[in-house]
């Protein structure tokens, strides 16, 4: 229980509320004047709250939010049809309206669910720069007829107000895609950052994508400065699904990763050594066993040569 929460019930129970016991426990009482709902109990996958409306649902692909609200509820990206079923199910049977999806980034495993969102009155919101990206991946994969796009589209700032409560979008230029956006739900204080975090592995890094080390450390930076110490954060991909939430520690372990993986990267240009040569002598970025994923690794270290060799 947060500091919030625990004064909130206090004033509550001053109200008269001590006689609803089932009001002052945690699951129960939220801020004044708003209800805070029981999380989602979806058929497959691993849903659990984060804090207050806020839970977040692994199964396969990108983390999922999943926030709800008096008047319905919005979820922040949509993994495959076949993996965001469970959630669309369970939403179901609420009885309110799915008001929006709001996608991360244009990553297949973050936008193919897109299309299982059937209510043409759900309100898609991305980057700009989201649809173009997506369809450009789906027509190399051939999925072009299996895509739902997103037609709410910003820049820089995107807010969605539903009465009581707001979620912002931000887009603090291109770290891992350039249609980065992180989804801040301002009650509960807890941002989902979409795969500008990834947990004990490597990043997925495509420069075609819009990846940029140098850039994503500056984001990662301005998310630090933007959002305060009591912010609960959503992570895109991690080892385990406990670990896809986290604090500000994350996104600098993140910002230490990344910063290490450049300097690794111009030692070696610097020292005319090969890709093939680096990963024969050293297995992991340096000071990062734990992000060690193997199969990423060459890749990885080839793509960061051609952002830092520009
Ligand atoms: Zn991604």
């Not at 076949?82 to 609420?94: C, F, G, N, R, Y």
Request: glycine share 8%; net charge neutral; hydrophobic share 35%.
């Amino acid at each position: 229980m947060n500091r919030k929460e625990f004064l909130t019930t206090t004033f509550s129970a001053g109200l008269g509320l001590a006689f609803m016991p089932g009001l002052l426990s945690c699951s129960t009482a939220g801020l004044m004047g708003r209800t805070v709902f029981e999380p989602l109990i979806p058929s497959a996958g691993n849903l659990s709250k984060v804090r207050g409306n806020v839970s977040r649902f692994t199964n396969r692909g990108g983390t999922v939010g999943v926030f709800e609200t008096k008047d319905g509820f919005v979820i922040i990206d949509s993994q495959f049809p076949d993996a965001i079923q469970p959630v669309l199910d369970a939403v179901s049977t609420k009885g309110k309206p799915l008001a929006f999806l709001c996608n991360t980034h244009h990553h297949g495993d973050h936008t193919s669910g897109n299309i299982a969102f059937k209510d043409s009155n759900t309100k898609i919101v991305a980057h700009r720069r989201v649809p173009e990206l997506q369809h450009l991946a789906a027509e190399k994969s051939n999925k072009v007829s299996e895509q739902r796009y997103a037609t709410f589209l910003f820049d820089k700032e995107y807010k969605i107000d539903l009465g009581n409560e707001k979620v912002t979008g931000h887009h603090f230029g291109n770290g891992h895609t350039y249609g980065d956006v992180m989804y801040h739900f301002e009650k509960d204080n807890v941002v989902h950052m979409g795969d500008l975090m990834f947990i004990n592995m490597i990043p997925v890094y495509r420069t075609a994508d819009g990846s940029d080390s140098r850039n994503w450390i500056r984001v990662l930076e301005k998310a630090q400065a933007t959002f305060d110490n009591d912010t609960v954060f959503i992570f895109g991909h991690a080892n385990k699904p406990e670990f896809t939430t986290g604090t500000k520690a994350n996104l600098k372990e993140m910002a230490n990763f990344l910063e290490a993986s450049n300097e690794f990267v111009m030692k070696a240009i610097r020292e005319g050594k090969s890709t093939e040569q680096l990963v024969k002598e050293q297995p992991f970025i340096p000071g990062f066993e734990n992000r060690t994923t193997p199969e990423r690794y060459k890749g990885y270290l080839d793509e960061l040569r051609k952002t830092l060799a520009g």
